[in-house]
């Protein structure tokens, strides 16, 4: 069954590619009133990580990438799905400036 992405990122992939889409905790520091600051971690369910597989883009928020245009590997990944793109909608939105609806046909289980 495709799964269907809100994204609030800029993503426009295709039909019928392949992604790999992660998605990855957004760290906050808690500032403490007493003692040391804690740092936690943030869902952002709409700002994914998404590796065009047919073309090797990267599409995704600018904390979830290092400064060499790669995937941050100081963060855990939340949830990971592999799959072909289905269908694509970007849309121009005046508060956000740009999103997109991705529907993503999961691979089948052990597919890679």
């Known amino acids: 069954m495709p799964e269907l992405l ?8 295709p039909v019928g590619h392949r992604v790999h889409v992660r998605w990855l905790p957004l760290p906050v520091r ?6 040391p600051d804690k740092m936690s ?4 369910p709409q700002e994914p990580l998404i590796h065009d597989l047919d073309t090797g883009v990267l599409y995704g928020p600018a904390w979830a990438i290092d400064e060499q245009g790669f ?6 990944v939340a949830r990971e799905l592999h ?6 909608v970007v849309t121009t939105r005046r508060e956000l400036n740009a ?6 046909e999961p691979d089948p289980a052990g597919y890679r």
């Open 6 to 13: 809100n994204l609030e990122i800029v993503a426009p992939i």
């Open 41 to 44: 971690f943030e869902a952002r």
């Open 99 to 104: 999103a997109t609806v991705l529907e993503i």
């Open 71 to 76: 995937p941050r590997t100081d963060r855990p």
């Open 83 to 88: 799959g072909r793109v289905t269908r694509c």
């Open 30 to 35: 808690n500032i403490a009133v007493f003692g």
